[in-house]
């Protein structure tokens, strides 16, 4: 009889993984909470129009996602575009993507500039990642470059992705956001290059969706798994007041929810998954009837914008694709517990839309067709110094019970790449289980 193993989550990670495991012979179940599967790349609808909740590019360094569409027959489907960047600094707009913008950006002096550039080649070049991983991201930024460079360009957008927990993040996540950026480009005098694949990751998450039902694959959507707990030689999984047992279960959801739903994990590790913090996100969406600019991203180094970036999706999409519409998304990563996540939907509205009046002087608020506010609770796990050492193992404890989610990405950004690498590694971590070796050591764990 085949294995039957049981995926908690179905987003990205959870559906390449089940992909995996049904195409090597196992019986898989996808428990989702939502009553449809994608998580995070799950779309949704804006004026009329059906985009991705959350922004997401393709890069040409995404080796395993391309292969992964190359798997699902969406090579062709793939569109590309150099986009260009952008700085807001100093109450004004900058163009940040060509050498030639470089040079003419006014907010840093001559010799900074120099040093700028130097330091994003030594960044690029750096690869003693566990020395990063012990160094404040702080610590590190002023050594490469400077006190000034830093207090005037790195530290806002530290502050703007990471709040107030900027200050224990480790040097590993700026190395790592430089090296994902720089990936983007071909060489220094280029514009990065973006991709996307033709109606959004809705077109992605239904072709899975589809391959994963032509190898077997169950999905029980809209289903809270609340427990996975030792059921004799095999475990349950608990929803509602149903129990049903597997003899593998990966649970693929963000750590908080793991630690909650695995309570028969070993104490020290309930300690370990406790002690990983996470940002949430809270989104807005804005169809507008022009564009803003013709930047994808904007970053923003000013603390009385209250969004993280700007990120015109129809810079790189057609707009045509959104019904003629241009796609805004204003991002601002917080904690789940601030006042800020917990602020209704009509006052992150107001305080966005007067953010993008600021920024913009020409936008008026007339030009919005539609705006929708989204927020996850767990987005990523905060880059702390340390926290490569502190990432858990995927096979736990207890007997056939596995962990994988973005909180294991050692060195890496939170992307979709990288998810499929987890996915991976949990899929190689179940299939080593089922050997006879694996199964003596349970028996020594137990
Ligand atoms: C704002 C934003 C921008 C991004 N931009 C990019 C980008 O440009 N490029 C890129 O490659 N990536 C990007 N990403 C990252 C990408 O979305 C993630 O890497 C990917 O979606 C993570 O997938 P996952 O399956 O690990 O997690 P999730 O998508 O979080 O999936 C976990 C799933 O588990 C489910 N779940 C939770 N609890 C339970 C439970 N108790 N029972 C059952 N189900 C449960 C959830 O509903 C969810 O569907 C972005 C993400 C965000 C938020």
């Known amino acids: 009889m085949a294995q039957r193993v049981a995926v908690v989550g179905g987003g990205m990670l959870g559906m390449t993984l089940a992909l995996r495991l049904a195409r090597e012979g196992r019986s898989v179940t996808i428990f989702e909470r939502s009553p449809s599967v994608g998580g995070l790349a799950a779309p949704w609808e804006i004026g009329g129009a059906t985009w991705d909740r959350y922004y997401h590019v393709i890069l040409r360094s995404d080796v395993r996602l391309l292969a992964l569409l190359d798997e699902l027959d969406l090579t062709s489907a793939l569109r590309w575009k150099s986009v260009g960047s952008a700085f807001f600094i100093d109450g004004r707009i900058h163009p940040f993507s060509t050498l030639a913008d470089f040079v003419a950006f006014p907010a840093v002096g001559p010799i900074d ?35 000034k460079l830093y207090e005037r360009l790195w530290q806002p957008l530290l502050r703007a992705k990471l709040g107030d927990a900027y200050a224990q993040a480790s040097a590993s996540f700026i190395h790592a956001t430089i090296a994902r950026l720089f990936g983007a480009r071909k060489n220094s005098r280029q514009r990065e290059e973006f991709g996307y694949v033709e109606g959004g990751y809705a077109t992605i998450v239904d072709r899975l969706t589809e391959r994963l039902a032509e190898a ?14 030792r059921s004799g030689a095999a475990l349950a999984v608990a ?53 803003l600019g013709n930047a994808y991203i904007t970053n923003i180094a000013d603390s009385r914008i209250p969004f993280t970036g700007a990120i015109e999706m129809t810079a790189l999409v057609d707009r045509d694709a959104l019904g003629g519409g241009s796609l805004v998304y204003l991002p601002r990563y917080v904690d789940a517990r601030s006042p800020f996540y917990l602020m209704n939907d009509a006052s992150v509205q107001e305080s966005f839309v007067l953010g993008l009046q600021r920024m913009h002087r020409t936008f008026d608020p007339s030009q919005i067709r539609a705006l929708r506010i989204s927020r996850a609770p767990y987005v990523f796990a905060l880059p702390e110094v340390g926290s490569a050492r502190r990432i858990l193992p995927m096979q736990t404890s207890v007997p056939g019970l596995f962990l994988a989610n973005s909180s294991q990405i050692v060195s890496g950004t939170l992307n979709v790449n990288e998810t499929i690498g987890i996915a991976m590694q949990a899929a190689e971590a179940v299939a080593e289980c089922a050997t006879g070796h694996e199964e003596a050591r349970y028996e020594a764990v137990c």
């Open 113 to 147: 500039k120099v040093r700028l550039g130097l330091g994003i080649l030594k960044a690029t070049r750096e690869r003693d990642l566990e020395q990063l991983d012990a160094v404040t991201a702080e610590e590190w930024l002023r050594k490469v470059f400077g006190a």
């Open 216 to 229: 077997g694959v169950r999905f029980k959507t809209g289903v809270d798994v609340n427990a996975v707990r």
């Open 239 to 291: 929803y509602d007041s149903v129990s049903e047992t597997y003899d593998r279960v990966v649970v693929t959801v963000p750590t908080p929810i793991a630690a909650r739903i695995c309570d028969a994990l070993a104490p020290d590790e309930l300690l370990r998954l406790r002690s990983i913090r996470y940002h949430g996100i809270v989104c807005a969406s804005l169809l507008l009837d022009r564009p």
